[in-house]
């Protein structure tokens, strides 16, 4: 039954009065079809209201909702009905509100408010209260928390993927350079700068990140990783950007999302950004400039990520030789951080070796905490060319060939306990030819980018200013190891 005060068409065509044309309203102006679907649901209750405010409907299933009655309803003010309804508001702004959510006596109710507009003007409003049963509503917010039980594992999947895994308190070493590097670190998590972290291979670039992002704004998302340099070039966009569904042959019929569309709201780490391609510097190039990518086949769409990089390599020497772009540079560079080399900070090497000592004999159920001087001796003077990344191998290897309770130096490797043997003197006698003393000056020189760089080839062919395969074959030809 439909209550309505004189304003209502019947089923058998009279017609009575409609409301007032001050109101704009008009019962009769709303298509049979139309009024058949806002009230042919038991589960449902409607009103009706005109642009005045005035309630013009109230389906009988309102009764009891409101403190007045149903027939006593029609012709008043709906503020006179429901003081604190939202109605009004529709009136004003236009704009529907559908699905939200209010209490009605103890009870949430899921509830519609939408403007009725004729001529280009709002002329009333329509306000429905759906799952007008308790059991229908329990049911659908049982639904609800279902599916925010299965989000919640699945975001926690995702997050095992993509999330950062270490802090800062991984970062082991009082040095103080090993301080000064963790200090910039933490003042660079509290901004959304780029940061552009270098170091010789196994000095912690990837960690630094982890730790970075842990404690920035962003920690709460993701941490995507991409390695620069092993993306395939066929693969270089679709891997970065994604693609849409059917963008080109042997794609996903679900499309699939980049790794930077992966990182929105989160952070994108860059590892060997050195080592990143030309073409894939272009497009980096424009994604830090625009904050937007686009999927193959599909349209330009807005991100916000934060992004980390970080290099072996010297940036600055291949800007000058023109293989790495100058304008990306500088928008990576924003805050440098510099990891030192083991070498350099050896102070650091025995708080380092028991870390990773304590932690590998919990993970092996062994009881090794203690090193023999002469053991700690031969770490504290090797040169650590693979740095804490080699560190960590050493430990590893010393637990499991150590029989005691303690690591000797019989434990460690051959190239950590015996001395490394000096380089063979130079020969540049006067009765050399001139081809002999080229030769002899080409060694040293790369005998001694490969002792500054830590025996890391990379670093050295960038002093060096020759391409990495031309050092290797240098290398071959004067018999360096």
């Not at 380092?352 to 090794?368: G, T």
Request: aromatic share 6%.
């Amino acid at each position: 039954m439909i209550h309505a005060r004189e304003c209502v068409t019947s089923n058998t065509g009279n017609k009575g009065p409609e409301a007032s044309a001050d109101s704009g309203f008009s019962i009769a102006e709303i298509p049979g079809d139309l009024l058949t679907a806002l009230l042919d649901n038991p589960y449902e209750s409607l009103i009706l209201i005109d642009a005045e405010g005035i309630i013009r409907f109230m389906s009988s299933s309102n009764e009891g909702i409101y403190p007045i009655p149903v027939k006593d309803a029609i012709g008043r003010h709906i503020t006179e009905v429901s003081a604190d309804t939202r109605m009004p508001r529709i009136l004003q702004t236009g704009k529907a509100e559908i699905g939200r959510s209010m209490v009605l006596k103890n009870q949430h109710r899921v509830v519609a408010r939408i403007p009725l507009v004729k001529d280009g003007r709002v002329v009333g409003a329509a306000g429905k209260l759906m799952f007008m049963s308790p059991e229908k509503l329990k049911e659908l917010y049982g639904r609800i928390e279902a599916l925010k039980n299965n989000l919640d594992f699945y975001k926690e999947t995702l997050n095992q993927v993509y999330g950062s895994r270490y802090t800062f308190e991984n970062i082991i070493g009082n040095s103080a350079l090993s301080l000064q590097a963790k200090a910039l670190a933490r003042q660079a998590a509290k901004s959304d700068s780029p940061v552009l972290i270098i170091g010789e291979s196994g000095t912690g670039k990837e960690l630094f990140a982890h730790a970075i992002h842990q404690i920035s704004r962003r920690r709460n998302h993701n941490f995507v990783k991409v390695n620069s340099a092993s993306i395939p070039g066929e693969l270089i966009e679709s891997e970065l950007f994604g693609y849409e569904p059917g963008a080109f042959t042997g794609a996903r019929k679900q499309g699939k999302p980049g790794k930077f569309e992966l990182a929105h709201l989160g952070t994108i780490f860059l590892d060997e950004i050195g080592d990143m391609p030309h073409l894939l510097q272009v497009k980096l190039m424009r994604v830090l400039q625009e904050k937007e990518i686009e999927r193959i086949g599909g349209k330009p769409r807005q991100i916000d990520f934060r992004i980390i990089s970080a290099t072996n390599l010297d940036l600055e020497t291949m800007v000058r030789q023109k293989t790495f772009r100058l304008d990306l540079f500088y928008r990576l560079n924003v805050i440098i951080i510099r990891l030192p080399p083991l070498r350099d900070i050896r102070e650091d090497i025995l708080q380092i070796f028991n870390h990773f000592l304590n932690q590998l004999s919990r993970e092996n159920h062994r009881s090794i905490h203690a090193i023999s001087p002469d053991a700690a001796d031969a770490l504290r003077h090797y040169s650590w060319p693979g740095n804490i990344r080699e560190l960590r191998n050493v430990a590893e290897r010393a637990l499991i060939v150590c029989r005691g309770d303690r690591i000797e130096i019989d434990d460690l490797p051959m190239s950590v306990k015996v001395k490394r043997p000096e380089e063979p003197p130079i020969n540049n006698s006067p009765d050399s030819s001139l081809k002999a003393l080229i030769e002899n000056a080409e060694r040293a020189a790369i005998l001694q980018a490969l002792k500054a760089s830590g025996h890391n080839r990379n670093m050295a062919a960038a002093r060096l200013k020759i391409h990495r395969t031309g050092l290797y074959q240098k290398m071959k030809k004067y018999h360096i190891p």
